[in-house]
RNA sequence: GCUGCCGUAGCUCAGGGGUAGAGCACUCCCUUGGUAAGGGAGAGGUCGGAAGUUCAAAUCUUCUCGGCAGCACCA
């Protein structure tokens, strides 16, 4: 006998081997009937598996969350179908679950278009209307391959091969079509529902290495309901308002050109938003950095010495002179910063020394790599690299988290993920110094994770780390989700030995420091990507790069525009005078457009009683002040929340 | 870099083998109007670039540059 517990903390008896199927049943036909899983022990299971065990069970029905992902991957296995059922010669490769939907890679010589979507979403439909079950079967391996070899999928053979010895070979099965899968399934294809849509078509690497040959992805979004899927669509549409690259253009930001692909020309509203954030970080350094400016040319032997030849020098700006000195134009600020380190003998009592840059970089970015301001070929880091003791270098780190978050915090990002990126196949170092970094690295995280309360989350990229040492990385997402890594703290046993960089501990020994890389916005042009899609290019005053504009409703009150524009000016706000021969609402419409936070528009009433009428971005309203008053409001509103805090 | 798609005025886009079109923006004039487009007139592109096919190319072909999506890369 089998005791089963349920969600209620009830326990049933059934026989051993007892299917899902059959407890669902056992309970109520209805229930069988939307049921389309078993949570055993937690675990998804098919409804059709025995039950071996005592455990906890749960029944999953269609509208649990946990059904989403057998949803999704239920459409997977029917889009192949679908392919097949269309180009019988297309080769199947692998179909995984991803946020918010599915893909299948395929291989057939001619790859899919956009234009074939629709009939695949259409034959889709035909396969869910047939409502096939699927069915489990565990094959031998050379079953399986001699199967798969025969119908010319070399792909799946090579896929069966690659299942560890101790894992059997299943297969489901749906009506006439068969695809290797690990499961679990729904129990027909009729539940997945009409509620998926096929998405974009793009190349992809088999098995993500770019020495193999590229196939065909489709990908496709699939959820419970109906609702649920023009909620999603609806949300990316809304997303692509928010685009940077957009908003860049509308908002008079900056842009790209031809000549320059990958670095960005800034305007003057754009730069005005990059000073403000450069004056906020700089602000956050005061006292713990001491700002450094490292040379943004020198010779290729510095970088051969660091490394980054070696490793990337197809990557880097490479210049000859005349006299034949080859020369890189600086991708990295550490070689710099180890420089001014090493001029003049340090001593311990310097340690920890804590060295910024804003540093101007620039890397031949692969052309595909390329996005906006997110990924560009010259962009500035918000560099800084800490010389420290062993003993140090926890706290450092923690210092370092602590400042992160505390900025993110001011930009409005409390939910951050930090990931702990592992040493990488190809690196520098012993596996000794690895072992160790890692080991503080792997300990710091766990103390992060604590000291939030639960808040920040952590996880492991294994694999991931630079070649000199492991990494935290926190990464940010933009309007559509992606995400960007942005904060970066990594720690380096191997460029200060590369350099031979040294200081002189207390007994009087040479001594190397341990160096950690760290950046907190990371790239700014990044950050400011970020920040742009996140607040859809409605900046909090103190960051918006015009915080008003003061519009004259007729020429009558000319010179008071003029007053009012010169007052907020002195007190030290930024933003344009209007006195163009324009209606008052065209002033508003193209100004509102522009996101200018703040319009002031002044008329004889206004000029009458020295005051001015506030409309704020995004408010139909408007609020009538004495001009004092509105401008120590501004002001107040104006300023950073870091001074804010020192101010209280 | 790879696969697919795209590239027409500052922006958004239509057109499509016979020598370019709309709306917005821009300039000028009228209008002095109270919170998301008042009216009129005008200027602006040779259709990303190069080569080829053709009597004729922006329109077809090839190459090239750039962009978009995804993959790969990201010190």
Redesign the pocket.
Known sequence: MLQLTFPDNSVREYDAGATGADVAGSISKSLLKKAVAVAIDGELRDLSDPIEANAAIEIVTRDDPRALELIRHDAAHVMAEAVQELWPETQVTIGPVIENGFYYDFKRET?F??EDLPKIEKKMQQIIQRNAKFTKEIWSRDEAKEYFASKGEDYKVELVDAIPEDQTVKIYKQGDWLDLCRGPHMASTGQIGQAFKLM??????WR???DNE?L??I?GTAWASDKELKAYLHMLEEAEKRDH?KLG?EMDLYH?Q?EG??VVFWHHKGWQLFQNLTNYMRRRLEGDYQEVNAPQILDKSLWETSG?WE??HE??FVTETEDHRTFAIK??N?PGHVQIFKHGLKSYRDLPLRMAEFGAVS??????????LM?VRAFTQDDAHIFCTEEQMAEECHKINDLILSVYKHFGFEEVVVKLSTRPEKRVGSDEVWDHAEAVMTEVLNEIEERSGGKIKTGILEGEG??YGPKFEYTLRDA?G?EW?CGTT?VDFTLPERFGAFYVDSDGEKKQPVMI?RAICGSLERFLGILIENFAGHFPLWLAPQHFVVA?????ADDYAKEVHAALKKAGLRGELDLR??????K??EH??AKIPV?I??????AEENTV?I?R??S?N?TILGLDEAIVNLVDEATAPDLKELAS
């Not at 890397?363 to 906006?372: D, F, I, M, N, V």
Request: aromatic fraction near 10%.
């Open positions: 790859p278009t956009t974009k078509v793009a190349g992809a690497y993500g290495d770019s590229m065909t992805r990908y690259r253009r790209f031809e692909p990958g980054h490793w990337y990557n880097m991708p990295m550490c890397r031949y970015e692969p052309s595909g790599a390329l996005h906006g990924r630079a070649f559509i992606r890594q990594q890389h004259a409703i007729t020429s009558d021969n324009e209606k008052i609402n065209y508003v419409r509102s457009h319009i528009a002044v008329g004889k009433r206004e009428s409309r971005l995004g139909r408007q």
